[in-house]
């Protein structure tokens, strides 16, 4: 039986602390699913969404959270996609238009209609979460709703990431920001075959991993970070990726390409950061910007955590905690990722 209301996570005003307050359990209409919210994971972007901080800024009040993983529980008329039943993911890409140019070519991310779980659409700090089912994520048989939540957004993007760099087997990936999705950067690219240089300012996170298998550890607070890289792995790294929300890490990370290299970004610091054009031209290096993943890369990045090759390290935390891990967030204080357990709910 679907209760008529539910507990969320609510941003009523940008930039303060999100209110617990029961709200209506949306209705799916036409050619909508009803998903019963199993575990959300918490996601860096949300506390973007929640303070505004990006051009295009949210309107309140919203529901964040775009790693929600749950059971179809209602249908509208005229779903094909999905069963009840079915265990789905409602992430960042919550729908597109489907027939501009970008879609037609597999790109639907950057279709300028699409919408986004969490921000434009309200998302899975919610015990309940309607959404499209022709963009849901289904989750393969054997992978938790928890070990299932970093991968939609955390781990498809890590993984997209990879891919856009070009680095291919047994050359070198240095990962710039071993937090939430750096640490699961570290796993997809040893799964890919490449060899993992792993860059950030906390020796905790890089032991993580070193653990992961690592081989090259640079602390970029110590001596030279660039110089390093770059004997350590011969000229520096093939592709170079990006996840750190700082603008050192974006200028280091440019000057860590090896020629012909590629740098992909994927975190998104504040302001602008300037780009060595000489060095890029000269050393014909590629700057490319990576958002999220399409559906075609969720499903390889979820077949390789069934797979076992890929596991998020994660902390349980109830939604009542959200302020408190958002804080946590903003002091860097997150180890790996948190996901939000709705299973006491």
Not at 29 to 48: F, R
Not at 103 to 124: H, I, M, R, S
């Amino acid at each position: 039986m679907i209760p008529t209301t539910m507990q969320a996570a609510v941003v009523e005003q940008l930039g303060q602390p999100l209110v617990l307050r029961e709200v209506p359990v949306p209705v799916p209409g036409p050619g909508q699913i009803l998903v019963k919210t199993e575990a959300c994971g918490v996601c860096h972007t949300d506390l973007h969404a929640a303070r505004g901080d990006w051009p295009v800024k949210p309107t309140p009040p919203f529901i964040p959270g775009h790693e929600g993983i749950g059971l179809v529980v209602a249908m509208g008329t005229g779903v094909t996609e999905v069963q009840l039943g079915d265990r789905v993911g409602v992430p960042w890409l919550y729908s597109a238009c489907g027939h501009c140019e970008h879609c037609l070519a597999a790109w639907e991310t950057v279709c300028a209609e699409a919408q986004f779980g969490g921000y434009t659409k309200n998302g899975g700090f919610a015990e309940y979460i309607l959404a499209d089912p022709r963009y849901v994520a289904h989750i393969p048989a054997g992978l938790s709703a928890v070990q299932a939540a970093p991968i939609i957004c955390a781990g498809v993007t890590s993984y997209k990431g990879i891919k856009e760099t070009g680095a291919r087997p047994g050359q070198w990936l240095a990962v710039s920001g071993i937090g939430g999705l750096g640490h699961l950067a570290v796993d997809y690219a040893l799964a890919m075959g490449l060899r993992v240089a792993a860059v950030d300012i906390d020796e905790g996170k890089l032991e993580h991993a070193r653990a992961l298998g690592a081989e090259v550890i640079i602390n970029a607070r110590q001596g030279d970070p660039v110089a390093a890289l770059r004997v350590a792995t011969g000229g520096g790294a093939h592709g170079v990726l990006i996840t750190a929300p700082s603008l050192d890490a974006f200028q280091q990370g440019v000057a860590m390409t090896r020629k012909r290299g590629t740098c992909v970004l994927v975190g998104l610091p504040p302001g602008d950061f300037p780009t060595p054009l000489f060095d890029v031209v000269a050393n014909c290096v590629t700057i490319r910007g990576s958002f999220v993943g399409t559906r075609q890369d969720m499903a390889e990045a979820l077949a390789f955590a069934a797979n076992g090759k890929v596991k998020a390290g994660i902390e349980l935390q109830p939604l009542s905690a959200i302020n408190e891990i958002f804080s946590r967030l903003e002091q860097g204080k997150v180890a790996s990722r948190v996901v939000l357990d709705f299973s006491a709910n």
